[in-house]
């Protein structure tokens, strides 16, 4: 093996474990904990700001390939923890959607101290981040630089929006002032 090559092995070794090492975790995904601030989201136009769904949640449950029961089981698990309150869109049949969308629920109830029928359901959609800040970057971190698969739920009180994103682990509230769209649809 000549020098040229060994040199390029090695570059390429150091690249990949700088990419493994810059990958961030389940636990410094979600924000630190710092003091109990709720900053609405208030958007102008929902055309101008609405983000392009890679798969819609009716997409995600035909891929899904569930029975009958176990999505009833689900619903029921779900139901008894904490009742959800709908808006506009009939919460999704896939029961991983349900469980994502019951853990940021019961999240928003934790933060504001309220009661979970005063949470309204607006959406869900999976999505394809930009990269590993998941739509929610923080300053001073790094992040994958590659697209995520993850989702992003929507959910009201009193009228503002709270943003919950995710990727493969629970979601989080995204209160980033730099928030990202995800990609756009490879559908469109």
């Not at 055309?47 to 619903?75: D, G, H, M, N, Q």
Request: net charge negative; proline share 8%.
């Amino acid at each position: 093996m000549n020098k040229q090559t060994t040199s390029i092995i090695a570059l390429i070794l150091l690249l990949v474990l700088g990419l493994i090492g810059c990958t961030p975790t389940e636990e410094n995904l979600e924000p630190a904990a710092a003091p109990l601030v709720i900053t609405p989201v208030v958007t102008k136009t929902a055309s101008a700001l609405a983000p392009v769904p890679t798969k819609t949640a009716e997409r995600v449950e035909e891929e899904t390939a569930i029975t009958e029961s176990e999505t009833e089981a689900a619903k029921s698990d779900s139901q008894e923890e904490t009742p959800i309150k709908e808006n506009a869109m009939p919460l999704p049949e896939n029961p991983t959607a349900q469980e994502r969308i019951q853990q940021a629920t019961n999240d928003l109830t934790e933060r504001m101290a309220i009661s979970a029928d005063q949470v309204e359901f607006v959406n869900y959609e999976t999505v394809t981040w930009r990269d590993g800040s998941l739509g929610c970057p923080q300053p001073g971190l790094a992040y994958t630089q590659a697209l995520q698969d993850g989702y992003r739920i929507q959910l009201m009180v009193d009228g503002q929006q709270y943003d919950y994103h995710g990727g493969r682990g629970q979601p989080f509230l995204c209160e980033s002032a730099q928030k990202t769209s995800p990609a756009p649809s490879s559908d469109s």
